[in-house]
């Protein structure tokens, strides 16, 4: 079995930092692409960051310039640095990796349990 356990969320004033981790643990044999999606109460899920196995990122063109996604290939960790948070920031964050596990090769999507940002003064 392949876990995904997020950290880091919390609180923060308008304008302040955080940053979120997210372990993969398990029959990992490697890890592609890794991501984080968001979903507000009242709305859809939506993809905030990803990254793949080779390190290019994509983002959403709203947090643009202001978060940043990282890995370490050999922890099987993906990070999402955010910056310059805004109360529109607030919602659980999702953490999602393409694994390939090691028993059988095949890649399987897996997502974290997610945890909650809330920016609010």
């Known amino acids: 079995q392949v876990q995904l356990v997020e950290s880091g969320g919390g609180l923060v004033q308008p304008g302040g930092s955080l940053r979120l981790s997210c372990a993969a643990s398990?029959?990992?044999?490697?890890?592609?692409?890794m991501g984080w999606y968001r979903q507000a109460p009242g709305k859809q899920r939506e993809l905030v960051a990803v990254?793949?196995?080779?390190?290019?990122?994509n983002y959403a063109d709203s947090v643009k310039g202001r978060f940043t996604i990282s890995r370490d290939n050999a922890k099987n960790t993906v990070y999402l640095h955010m910056n310059s948070l805004k109360p529109e920031d607030t919602a659980v964050y999702y953490c999602?990796?393409?694994?390939?596990?090691?028993?059988?090769?095949?890649?399987?999507?897996?997502w974290g349990q997610g945890t909650q940002v809330t920016v609010s003064s």
């Open positions: 999602n990796a393409h694994i390939i596990r090691r028993f059988d090769r095949y890649e399987y999507d897996y």
């Open positions: 398990g029959s990992i044999f490697s890890s592609n692409a």
């Open positions: 990254i793949t196995s080779g390190g290019s990122t």
